[in-house]
């Protein structure tokens, strides 16, 4: 398999899709490793296997509808496997593997069939105090954009998954590209507080447009720095709540065509009416409530 990402939106051609089947009993609340689930847990509101089972079909059937190839992990008996975005991620033509919290670590031996369709001299595999999830890595064309945590109490945060050693190894591996590391607020269990990943605040969309949430970053700066490359015109302000429905984490099939949640009427209506978009809308709710959305249940493999 020739991997190639350059972006988040070139024609898609092959993508690994998370695994809804047996995902176990719903977690304690020590058990938690987002402040998303946190909620939902501390709520009564965690989602059930059959609820996420058709949500990931309905998913996987707009995938094929546009002849994109869909491999699934392996099933890891009672396991969350939803999320295939954090194992690991591609930067043009390269898999890195990600060093994932210990919480999730057994993930990545349901990949092994995905990984062996890959060469081995393409796969980086990053030194073991390297973190990083693919949440937080945006591939745009010159840019990557990386979400991270500089505060010296990354260690005391569940929801803090890169570093910023793994940034410079990054820069090393890609030194042609501009590696942009932006700051996100973090809150392992208020989820109106803190950003899980980069994904959840800012997404790029189209050829030129994103999807961006203020409030995420530490430094203002940094929010900045995305509008002045964007252009304030071409992006699409969430609010605090919707941030929490996970409005920024929709999926992109191509430049004209993206996946998104039925549930967010006026952003779909934004996609469709001022920047005419393809919307294909699916239910996503009840996925939502685990911390992740679309772009998290997914591995791009082959863009165009």
């Known amino acids: 398999m020739k ?4 972006n988040e939106t070139g024609r898609l051609r092959s993508v690994v899709l998370g695994q809804p089947n047996s995902m176990g009993g719903i977690p304690t609340l020590e058990e938690s490793y987002d402040a998303k689930s946190y909620h939902s847990i501390e709520n009564n509101i965690y989602p059930k296997e059959e609820d996420i089972i058709n949500e990931m079909n309905a998913f996987e059937a707009v995938l094929k509808k546009y002849d994109v190839e869909v491999l699934r992990p392996d099933i890891i008996q009672d396991y969350n496997q939803v999320f295939a975005r954090d194992v690991a991620f591609v930067i043009d033509d390269k898999m890195i593997i990600s060093n994932v919290i210990a919480d999730r670590a057994d993930e990545q031996e349901a990949y092994k069939s995905v990984f062996e369709k890959v060469a081995w001299r393409t796969i980086i595999n990053l030194p073991e105090t390297a973190h990083i999830e693919g949440g937080d890595v945006i591939v745009w064309n010159d840019f990557i954009f990386i979400g991270t945590c500089f505060s010296e109490d990354y260690r005391n945060y569940k929801t803090a998954r890169t570093n910023e050693y793994a940034i410079e190894i990054l820069k090393e591996y890609f030194p042609k590209k501009r590696i942009i590391d932006l700051e996100l607020k973090k809150n392992d269990r208020i989820p109106y507080e803190g950003i899980l990943h980069l994904d959840c605040t800012f997404n790029p969309i189209g ?3 994103c999807i961006i949430y203020k409030e995420g970053f530490v430094d203002e700066s940094d ?6 490359i964007f252009g304030e015109e071409n ?3 969430v609010t605090a709540e919707e941030m929490f429905e996970m409005y920024p984490n929709i999926f992109s099939i191509s430049p ?7 549930a967010f009427t006026r952003m779909n209506d934004h996609l469709r009416n001022e920047w005419g978009m393809t919307v294909e ?3 996503y709710r009840e996925i939502s409530k685990m ?3 679309l772009r998290c249940s997914t591995m791009p ?3 165009e």
Request: a neutral charge; proline letters at 3%; hydrophobic letters at 40%.
């Open 281 to 283: 809308e699916i239910p």
């Open 256 to 262: 004209e065509i993206v996946v998104s949640d039925k």
């Open 301 to 303: 493999l082959i863009r």
């Open 291 to 293: 911390g992740g959305l």
């Open 207 to 209: 050829k030129d447009k």
């Open 3 to 6: 991997l190639n990402i350059k």
């Open 235 to 237: 992006c699409f302000h």
């Open 223 to 228: 929010y900045n720095l995305i509008i002045d």
